[in-house]
């Protein structure tokens, strides 16, 4: 299964026989068999016939509409799709339970930080960065310690700090000077690079949330709203490192990407341009297409994000199992 991208703006997605086509122009950009696509993800203006929307619900397959810049306008869903016994089990977790996986979520999330800078610190020389990596070691056991959300969530934010403020040395390239997190909008091309990741890992996450009959808007760290799927943005925390933080560092560290070329600088923000979406998308695909050694065999990277879905639906329905995060070595 794969999930169909379409970045290029003024696109024409049709379906002939079980075959997408997706056309710019008379151009025939790409052709996709519809029983192997997971979703499909449509990126600025471009247009989805009503026979392909009809198969697409269908086969429980989700359309996901995005701004050029990988924010999400919304999806489509067929109508059967609900969150029935799972959305009651999740309604009636405790407290005490919720706050026992939302210490798991954030501490990954501190350790595989923790990890990238590690790494990095062994290819140069940074009292910056073992800085970082002894506050976020100590933030670790604070959080392991902790006995409310609201604490939990300041643990996290003084890790956040700590973290971007040295992950900005492990840049290497001209052009990509980073100091820190800026989200809305994004004033960098790391910002930036970061910003579209994140979006783009968080509309799998939800799209796996929704096929496993979970409720995205229940959460154990974040609160829900009627515009914001919180357990998607709990379930990211633990891949933004090991997954889009790592990309980012390999793009611009490999010169990939470059500064003035691949980026929109519209008064004092900075987006991805369309080279820049197409080297992004192609690497983030190529690395979430590689093959990991698991216990079931060789699986690719996607597979994740499906197994720690399929974990905290467990943890909904049997509480007292707990939930295990995911954690780089």
């Not at 009809?54 to 489509?76: K, T, V």
Request: with cysteine; glycine share 6%; hydrophobic share 40%.
């Amino acid at each position: 299964m794969r999930s169909l991208y379409v970045s290029q703006p003024g696109c024409y997605l049709s379906l002939k026989q079980e075959q997408v086509i997706i056309k710019q122009g008379s151009t025939i950009l790409d052709q996709v068999s519809l029983p192997l696509i997971e979703q499909i993800l449509v990126f600025g203006p471009s247009q989805v016939t009503t026979q392909l929307v009809r198969a697409c619900l269908w086969r429980n397959i989700p359309i996901i509409y995005l701004s050029r810049m990988g924010r999400c306008y919304g999806r489509l869903l067929p109508i059967e799709r609900g969150y029935r016994s799972l959305s009651r089990q999740q309604q009636h977790l405790s407290q005490a339970d919720l706050l026992r996986v939302a210490q798991k979520i954030v501490w990954a999330k501190l350790k595989n930080s923790r990890v990238i800078l590690q790494r990095q610190r062994r290819r140069q020389l940074s009292a910056n960065l073992d800085e970082a990596i002894q506050g976020l070691t100590y933030l670790l056991y604070r959080v392991e310690q902790t006995d409310s959300i609201d604490r939990l969530m300041g643990f996290e934010g003084a890790a956040a700090a700590c973290y971007f403020g040295a992950l900005g040395e492990c840049f290497t390239s001209a052009g990509f000077e980073f100091t820190t997190r800026s989200r809305h909008p994004p004033t960098d091309p790391v910002n930036a690079m970061l910003s579209f990741g994140y979006q783009l890992l968080w509309n799998h996450l939800l799209s796996l949330i929704e096929l496993q009959g979970l409720d995205p808007y229940e959460a154990c760290l974040h609160q829900g709203s009627e515009r914001h799927a919180a357990l998607a943005s709990d379930l990211i925390e633990e891949f933004r490192a090991p997954i889009i933080d790592s990309l980012v560092l390999y793009l611009v560290n490999s010169r990939i990407v470059i500064a003035d070329e691949d980026f929109d600088y519209p008064e004092a923000a900075c987006y991805l341009n369309n080279d820049g979406r197409k080297k992004f998308l192609r690497a983030f695909l190529q690395r979430m297409e590689d093959p990991l050694n698991t216990p079931t065999g060789p699986q690719p990277r996607w597979d994740l994000l499906n197994r720690q879905v399929k974990a905290y639906r467990q943890f909904v329905s049997e509480p007292s199992l707990g939930y295990q995060p995911y954690v780089i070595r």
